[in-house]
């Protein structure tokens, strides 16, 4: 009885959400919101500010270095923190021994 | 892993991989890719390593030490590029303000600090991937079975 | 017919949401640890993939400077913001395995209903 009410929930979940989409403005075409001023200055002006042929790369490193430092930064705190937890268990060893 | 052809293989393949993987880091201005994927790619190989030889063998080649190394480094060489453009002309990480020579755009010296900053990027990511390899596995390694000897 | 072209449209953000509900079921509804860590990667991915559609022109070309005239390239600015999303999602997976690791030594099981009986017990006895 739980598993066809949970069933149907997210079928109506599901509508809900395709509902959603297709309320959304045009979007895939040159006319979509996300293409703005930005994205054409970026375009426009990569190659003579940065010499690199690739616009991501520009961008990535570039004109956003710093959430790119900040996204390293992430990568090592994820290594601390398993680390943290998982390498007592030699310690716990040794001091049995 | 007893096998021979998987052994024999491995030992075949993997410097390709990661010859692929330096490719994708360099050309990372002109062609899609860059740091992450190719660094991705150096972490994956050293992963096949460990899988097929063990992982005693493995911690010989990377050991904690090197992880260590590399990992600080990445952020270390990071910042100091950034640095530099500080030093120079009062902006943090720059380009074209600090004096990098940009060159022609297409060619593999070009883009001014954006190479130096995917070679960084990739000893990272490869450290990472590996160092948290090792670190999910080592548990098995004191267990009444061992799970990769 | 028209749904069926709104429907062909869409057909990216559509899988998108697919796939979100997709690992939210997972979450939900099984028992075993891993494979609802599995389930927040899955969620993790269908924001990707709804992120980059945003950023799909049709008939556009990748982000790479090439020499022809009038063609109009994609938009690059979404597939730089997954970067950071992607390095977000490996971190969380890899630090909940790590945590199931240690819930495996400590109680012997996985299953979700034996951990909560377990615990209970355990606080029991405290």
């Not at chain 2, 990272?124 to 004191?142: P, R, Y």
């Amino acid at each position: 009885m739980k598993k066809h009410l949970l069933n149907v929930l997210f079928l109506i979940l599901f509508g809900i959400l395709v509902y959603s989409i297709i309320e959304m403005p045009t979007m895939q075409t040159v006319d979509a919101p996300s293409y703005n001023e930005v994205t054409e200055y970026y375009i426009e002006n990569a190659v003579n500010e940065t010499g690199s042929v690739n616009f991501i790369s520009a961008i990535l490193a570039d004109y956003r270095g710093f959430d790119t430092l900040g996204e390293t930064i992430v990568l090592f705190t994820s290594v601390i923190a398993v680390a943290s937890v998982l390498r007592t268990v030699k310690k716990k060893e040794e001091e049995e021994a | 892993m007893e096998d021979r052809i998987v052994k024999s293989i491995t030992r075949m393949v993997i410097p390709f991989i990661q010859l692929y993987g330096v490719f994708i880091i360099l050309h990372g201005h002109i062609t899609p890719g860059g740091g992450f994927s190719g660094g991705t790619l150096i972490g994956t190989s050293l992963i096949l390593y460990t899988l097929v030889f063990g992982l005693p063998t493995a911690k010989k080649k990377f050991s904690h030490r090197m992880s260590q190394i590399a990992e600080s480094g990445g952020i270390i060489v990071y910042v100091g590029i950034g640095l530099v453009g500080l030093f120079i002309s009062g902006q943090f990480l720059t380009n074209i303000n600090a004096g990098f020579p940009l060159g022609e755009p297409g060619e593999l010296l070009s883009g001014g600090m954006i190479p130096l900053l995917m070679i960084a990027i990739g000893i990272k990511v490869a450290s990472t991937m590996v160092s948290l390899f090792h670190l999910l596995i080592e548990g098995d390694l004191d267990a009444d079975h061992p799970g990769i000897r | 017919m028209q749904i069926i072209q709104v429907f062909v449209d869409n057909i990216n953000f559509i899988g998108a949401v697919a796939l979100f509900l997709i690992g939210l079921r997972t979450v939900v509804t099984k028992k075993n640890l891993i494979k609802r860590i599995m389930g927040l990667n899955i969620m993790g991915t269908s924001i990707f993939l709804f992120l980059v559609a945003i950023g799909n022109v049709t008939g556009g070309v990748p982000p790479i400077l090439s020499g022809e005239e009038g063609v109009t390239y994609i938009n690059p600015i979404p597939s730089v913001l997954i970067l950071t999303g992607i390095v977000v999602v490996v971190s969380i997976t890899v630090y909940s395995l790590s945590l199931t690791v240690k819930i495996y030594e400590m109680y012997g099981t996985i299953n979700q209903d034996e951990l909560t009986n377990l615990i209970r017990e355990d606080d029991l006895h405290d």
